[in-house]
C-alpha cells in the first residue's frame, strides 16, 4: 500500500525486499517465513509494475538483534527486538542499501506520521502518532534519530486500517487480506523458551510464590505518600522490587528463570490457587523465579521507573531535559498501551519517570517512549 500510495502521489517507486532471517528453530508451525513473504512481495510489485531487489541482512541482524536478545534474556531482561530492528536494521542498513540505489527516501508501512518544522532556523523532524488509534504503531520508532527521520516517509499514517485494507482490495493487490504480522521482527511467531534454548541452556530451579502482605509493599505504599509529599525518595519509588528465595514458599520448579518475563501467565504449570499466577520478579543469577496470585498482586503494580542516563534517547534534541528539571509527559511502556499520565524528572544519573496511576508489569529491557501529546520525543530502556 505504501509503494501504491507513492506511485499515485508521481514518486518514482522501487522495491526492496530484506532477508534478515534463516533460521526456522523455535518458529511455530503454520506461521509465514520470509521465503512465503518475498512471493507476496514479488504479486504486488507485478501488480504496481515496479521492479523489486533483494537483499540479504541476516548476518547483521543476528550481531545486532538476535545476540542482543540473548543476552539481555540471560541477563533477566526482556527486550524489544522490534524496536532494536527498526533502529538497527529497517533505518540503518536497508537505508545504506537504498541510497545505493539512489534513493531519495525510504518509505515504510508504519501507521506514523512525520513533520517538518523550523525551530531556530534548523529544519526539525516531528515523529507523530498515525491516525488510527488502534494502530498507532510510533512507540516501535521510538529509537530513531533526525537523520533517520529525515529520510523516511509514512505513506499509510494518514489512513485508518480498515482504509488500507479496502485500497488493497479495490486495487487488487495479493497482501489484501493477509493478516497482521505477528512475533519477533523478521523472526515471526515463536515458542520463545524453544527459541532461546539454542543458546541459554536449560537449568531447573525453584518458582517461588510472594505473599500479598509481603512486608516490602506497606513499605512502598509508605513511600509513595511521603514522595507525594515532600518528593523524598525517588530512587526507592522508581526501584524494582527485590526478593530472595526465603521471602516465600516454593510453589513449583521451571526450567529457567532467564525464559521468563514480568507479567507472564502461561508455562508456569501451578495449580490449585484461587487466582491466576504470575510472574512477578525473575533471579537468573540464583535461577529463581518469583511468582504472585492474582492481577492485583502488589508486586505486579508500580509508581515508578528508572533509565539510566547511557540509555536516554531524544528523537527531538531540541527538547531534551536539563538536569534538575522535570516535566508533564504521557508515557508508553509498551505497544498499544493508552499512553500515561506521569511526571518525568532528569538527574545526573539518568531519568526518573512516576506515574499518576500504578502500573502493572513494569519490565526491565523494555522501552519506555514518552509523548507531547501527539508527538514521539524521546524513549530509553527501563532499568
Same mark, same amino acid.
Given at each position: 500500500?505504501?509503494?501504491?500510495?507513492?506511485?499515485?502521489?508521481?514518486?518514482?517507486?522501487?522495491?526492496?525486499?530484506?532477508?534478515?532471517? !534463516?533460521?526456522?528453530?523455535?518458529?511455530?508451525?503454520?506461521?509465514?517465513?520470509?521465503?512465503?513473504?518475498?512471493?507476496?512481495?514479488?504479486?504486488?510489485?507485478?501488480?504496481?509494475?515496479?521492479?523489486?531487489?533483494?537483499?540479504?541482512? *541476516?548476518e547483521e541482524y543476528r550481531k545486532r538483534?538476535?545476540?542482543?536478545?540473548?543476552?539481555? &534474556? =540471560?541477563?533477566?531482561?526482556?527486550?524489544?527486538?522490534?524496536?532494536?530492528?527498526?533502529?538497527e536494521v529497517k533505518f540503518d542498513l536497508?537505508?545504506?542499501?537504498?541510497?545505493?540505489?539512489?534513493?531519495?527516501?525510504?518509505?515504510?508501512?508504519?501507521?506514523?506520521?512525520?513533520?517538518?518544522?523550523?525551530?531556530?532556523?534548523?529544519?526539525?523532524?516531528?515523529?507523530?502518532?498515525?491516525?488510527?488509534?488502534?494502530?498507532?504503531? *510510533? &512507540?516501535?520508532?521510538?529509537?530513531?534519530?533526525?537523520?533517520?527521520?529525515?529520510?523516511?516517509?509514512?505513506?499509510?499514517?494518514?489512513?485508518?486500517?480498515?482504509?488500507?485494507?479496502?485500497?488493497?482490495?479495490?486495487?487488487?493487490?495479493?497482501?489484501?487480506?493477509?493478516?497482521d504480522s505477528q512475533g519477533i521482527c523478521?523472526?515471526?511467531?515463536?515458542?520463545?523458551? =524453544?527459541?532461546?534454548?539454542?543458546?541459554? !541452556?536449560?537449568?531447573?530451579?525453584?518458582?517461588?510464590?510472594?505473599?500479598?502482605?509481603?512486608?516490602?509493599?506497606?513499605?512502598?505504599?509508605?513511600?509513595?505518600? =511521603?514522595?507525594?509529599?515532600?518528593?523524598?525518595?525517588?530512587?526507592?519509588?522508581?526501584?524494582?522490587?527485590?526478593?530472595?528465595? !526465603?521471602?516465600? *514458599?516454593?510453589?513449583?520448579?521451571?526450567?529457567?528463570?532467564? &525464559?521468563?518475563? $514480568?507479567?507472564?501467565?502461561?508455562?508456569?504449570?501451578?495449580?490449585?490457587?484461587?487466582?491466576?499466577?504470575?510472574?512477578?520478579?525473575?533471579?537468573?543469577?540464583?535461577?529463581?523465579?518469583?511468582?504472585?496470585?492474582?492481577?492485583?498482586?502488589?508486586?505486579?503494580?508500580?509508581?515508578?521507573?528508572?533509565?539510566?542516563?547511557?540509555?536516554? !534517547?531524544?528523537?527531538?534534541?531540541?527538547?531534551?531535559?536539563?538536569?534538575? =528539571?522535570?516535566?508533564?509527559?504521557?508515557?508508553?511502556?509498551?505497544?498499544?498501551?493508552?499512553?500515561?499520565?506521569?511526571?518525568?524528572?532528569?538527574?545526573?544519573?539518568?531519568?526518573? $519517570?512516576?506515574?499518576?496511576?500504578?502500573?502493572?508489569?513494569?519490565?526491565?529491557?523494555?522501552?519506555?517512549?514518552?509523548?507531547?501529546?501527539?508527538?514521539?520525543?524521546? *524513549?530509553?530502556?527501563?532499568?
Amino acid at each position: 500500500m505504501a509503494a501504491f500510495l507513492l506511485k499515485q502521489q508521481g514518486y518514482d517507486v522501487l522495491g526492496m525486499f530484506m532477508i534478515n532471517w !534463516h533460521d526456522t528453530t523455535g518458529t511455530l508451525a503454520g506461521d509465514c517465513p520470509w521465503n512465503d513473504d518475498l512471493i507476496f512481495a514479488e504479486l504486488v510489485a507485478r501488480k504496481l509494475g515496479i521492479p523489486l531487489k533483494t537483499v540479504d541482512f *541476516s548476518e547483521e541482524y543476528r550481531k545486532r538483534v538476535v545476540d542482543y536478545m540473548f543476552t539481555e &534474556y =540471560e541477563r533477566g531482561r526482556t527486550p524489544n527486538p522490534d524496536v532494536l530492528c527498526n533502529r538497527e536494521v529497517k533505518f540503518d542498513l536497508f537505508v545504506k542499501a537504498a541510497l545505493e540505489n539512489q534513493a531519495d527516501y525510504i518509505a515504510t508501512g508504519h501507521y506514523c506520521r512525520k513533520e517538518e518544522i523550523q525551530v531556530n532556523g534548523n529544519r526539525v523532524y516531528r515523529l507523530l502518532q498515525g491516525l488510527d488509534p488502534n494502530k498507532d504503531q *510510533s &512507540y516501535f520508532l521510538c529509537q530513531l534519530s533526525q537523520e533517520q527521520l529525515r529520510m523516511v516517509l509514512f505513506p499509510v499514517g494518514n489512513l485508518m486500517k480498515q482504509e488500507v485494507r479496502d485500497i488493497a482490495r479495490d486495487q487488487g493487490l495479493a497482501t489484501a487480506e493477509r493478516k497482521d504480522s505477528q512475533g519477533i521482527c523478521f523472526v515471526g511467531k515463536v515458542d520463545l523458551p =524453544e527459541f532461546l534454548k539454542q543458546k541459554l !541452556h536449560i537449568r531447573q530451579g525453584d518458582i517461588i510464590e510472594i505473599p500479598e502482605d509481603f512486608p516490602v509493599y506497606a513499605e512502598y505504599a509508605r513511600l509513595h505518600r =511521603e514522595f507525594l509529599k515532600t518528593g523524598v525518595g525517588l530512587a526507592e519509588l522508581a526501584a524494582d522490587f527485590q526478593y530472595s528465595a !526465603h521471602d516465600g *514458599s516454593i510453589s513449583g520448579t521451571h526450567n529457567g528463570a532467564h &525464559y521468563y518475563t $514480568i507479567g507472564q501467565r502461561k508455562g508456569l504449570n501451578i495449580g490449585g490457587k484461587a487466582e491466576p499466577m504470575f510472574v512477578i520478579a525473575t533471579d537468573t543469577m540464583e535461577n529463581n523465579l518469583f511468582v504472585g496470585m492474582g492481577h492485583g498482586h502488589p508486586g505486579l503494580n508500580r509508581w515508578g521507573l528508572f533509565i539510566p542516563g547511557e540509555d536516554i !534517547h531524544w528523537v527531538r534534541q531540541d527538547m531534551e531535559m536539563r538536569n534538575g =528539571e522535570s516535566r508533564r509527559m504521557l508515557v508508553r511502556i509498551r505497544y498499544r498501551q493508552p499512553l500515561q499520565q506521569t511526571v518525568l524528572i532528569r538527574r545526573p544519573e539518568g531519568l526518573y $519517570i512516576i506515574f499518576d496511576k500504578k502500573q502493572r508489569g513494569i519490565t526491565p529491557g523494555q522501552f519506555a517512549a514518552w509523548y507531547d501529546g501527539e508527538e514521539l520525543l524521546g *524513549s530509553g530502556v527501563i532499568k
